[in-house]
């Protein structure tokens, strides 16, 4: 009798198995497409702002153009962020995922890299820092104007006044 109650325990545990395999490509089929819907938002993205300064080469004035760009950038930052924890995700699902030094695909449990060697945080949320998007350097330069403006503008009083001077 136990026989058949054996066989009955081992057949359910199959079939939890595979309903949780195909539950998992399900999910990394929607997220693989989930990514590519971003990957095609950040081109139009990249089309506005080309459009955008050949324009600005055409226009008299200037100045909202700078803005139209300035969005555009700032809207591709969001999706670049998307994309990048769909992609943790996605490495997740295979229980894997992505060394923040050198961007290898590892196991999800390793403490250290096998590639690099390099320590790996515990916390699955580390991994979100990391910006697994070659454009992002782009981006920053295209913002550091901004960036420049901001710290300006939360300079210290010293600071300020040393500005103050060298504009004068
Ligand atoms: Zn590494």
Do not use: W
Not at 6 to 28: F, L, N, W
Not at 51 to 70: C, G, M, P, S, W
């Amino acid at each position: 009798m136990e026989i058949f109650e054996r066989i009955g325990e081992v057949a359910s545990q199959t079939y939890k198995y595979t309903t949780e395999k195909a539950d998992k490509i399900a999910r990394e089929t929607k997220l693989k497409m989930k990514m590519n819907e971003n990957k095609s938002k950040i081109e139009d993205l990249y089309n506005e702002i080309g459009e955008a300064v050949y324009r600005r080469h055409l226009a008299t004035t200037k100045e909202n153009f700078d803005e139209e760009i300035q969005n555009a950038c700032e809207e591709i930052d969001k999706i670049s962020k998307e994309i990048e924890q769909q992609n943790n995700e996605l490495l997740s699902l295979k229980d894997r995922k992505q060394c923040p030094n050198c961007h290898e695909k590892i196991e999800k449990e390793a403490k250290y890299c096998s590639n690099c060697g390099m320590e790996q945080a515990q916390e699955s949320k580390e991994a979100e820092k990391e910006v697994n998007n070659e454009n992002k350097e782009e981006i920053k330069n295209e913002n550091k104007s901004e960036t420049n403006n901001a710290i300006a503008t939360n300079a210290t009083e010293e600071e300020k006044a040393s500005n103050d001077s060298n504009e004068a």
